[in-house]
């Protein structure tokens, strides 16, 4: 008799968007004809930029000439060259094109580099936390750490006084909009080499960081080749949400322990369990992630960036006017709302709903410190955000008692 894997099955993640999806669903029924406001779903609403529509156009073509047709293929190179150049050469970081493995969208990716390490591993994760992180280890069975982002030390994460194998990162940081600094960054390096952990650092927001003093990989921390990797997506950086195509990066100088005592280069290992588990995106999805990196794809992809980061500017604005305290959607798209008068982040959002048919993501579904939080999202419509935030701000100004 077939059994399904217990770890699996005991499993109760992903009950967050579950959730949030039923209510939504409830609310329509309680008031049919009421347009429902998004500020939650960090989905991106743009098309895709004119130059990577013509890249895949291009890539369609190619595929029906014998002479340009591509069946099985590994890296692009016209793709791994631009990540080369734009992402880590013009930052002052020297990446390999070896050590890039393009794939098929960074959600399956975090679960594809943490399943290179030993059951036993024991792993840290901020708190709150991209809900993956905590799902895809508590799925093999991991002792999972949490070091709570408060909102006294800006929601940065803080190395802890005990060691783990494994360290979550990610900035700009989803759910709480925060952007770690260099020596944010530096820290956690120092700590990973000392306890001889490995960062695996999430970078799908890194497009939004547009203040020339923070960092935009984990590679600009000294010493981050020895026991980083780093997930970047095209989701968010050229709408590929629909697309799927990002990638992550495996420094060869990154080794882990093996069990009869030697060290084994981490990137070996996880070329080996990827070649049985999957295979790159087609060569057309890849050929319009190249696009991105052409002088025409990045100014477009940037217009679509400045209108998620105005959406962000409006948002802030109205709640800072307000009186109500947040982070974020400066350098991120999105923003970590304080709920108003020490309510809960479901009953806030609960209430918001019946009145105004407004949602948003509550921060308790992140993780415990989400607690009486709320993430909004700046990937909607303009209008439809302004309209949204307003609805946010007067709801918080009822609850406090504020005209």
């Not at 792993?123 to 508590?138: E, F, G, H, I």
């Not at 798209?333 to 479901?346: A, D, L």
């Amino acid at each position: 008799m077939a059994k399904v894997d217990s770890l699996l099955y005991h499993q109760k993640g992903g009950g967050l968007f579950r959730i949030l999806g039923e209510k939504t669903a409830q609310m329509q029924e309680k008031y049919p004809g009421r347009p429902v406001v998004k500020l939650g779903v960090g989905d991106v609403t743009l098309p895709l930029a004119p130059a990577i529509v013509k890249a895949l156009h291009d890539a369609v073509d190619d595929q029906s000439k014998k002479e340009t047709f591509h069946g099985y293929i590994g890296n692009v190179p016209k793709l791994v060259e631009g990540i080369v150049a734009r992402d880590y050469a013009a930052r002052g970081v020297t990446i390999s094109p070896k050590e890039i493995y393009v794939t098929d969208g960074s959600g399956g990716e975090i679960y594809n580099i943490t399943d290179v390490f030993s059951g036993d591993c024991e792993v840290l994760v901020p708190d709150p936390a991209y809900p993956a992180y905590v799902d895809v280890n508590s799925m093999q069975g991991r002792k999972i750490h949490y070091v709570p982002c408060l909102e006294e030390n800006g929601f940065i994460p803080q190395p802890p006084d005990y060691a783990v194998d494994i360290v979550y990162l990610c900035s700009p940081n989803n759910p709480t909009g925060s952007t770690m600094t260099k020596a944010d960054m530096q820290k956690w390096v120092d700590y990973a080499k000392g306890c001889g952990a490995v960062i695996i650092m999430d970078s799908a927001y890194e497009s939004f960081v547009t203040d020339p003093s923070l960092p935009k990989t984990i590679f600009e921390a000294e010493g981050a080749r020895e026991c980083a990797v780093e997930i970047r997506s095209f989701s968010k950086t050229a709408g590929f949400t629909g697309m799927r195509c990002s990638y992550i990066v495996i420094p060869s100088d990154v080794m882990i322990d093996a069990d009869d005592g030697t060290k084994v280069s981490l990137r070996s290992m996880y070329v080996k369990k990827r070649g049985v588990r999957s295979c790159n995106p087609s060569y057309v999805i890849q050929m319009g992630a190249a696009a991105y990196y052409t002088d025409e794809g990045q100014a477009q992809c940037m217009e679509n960036t400045r209108y998620y980061l105005n959406n962000g500017k409006v948002v802030r604005k109205a709640l800072t006017d307000a009186g109500v305290p947040c982070i974020g959607g400066d350098n991120s798209p999105y923003i970590w709302m304080k709920c108003p008068g020490g309510m809960g982040s479901w009953e806030f959002l609960d209430l918001l709903m019946d009145r105004y048919g407004v949602v948003m993501t509550p921060g308790a579904g992140f993780g415990p410190s989400g607690e009486g939080f709320m993430r909004i999202s700046c990937f909607g419509d303009a209008d439809e955000t302004k309209r949204g935030i307003e609805s946010v701000v007067a709801l918080c100004k009822e609850i406090e008692g504020k005209k």
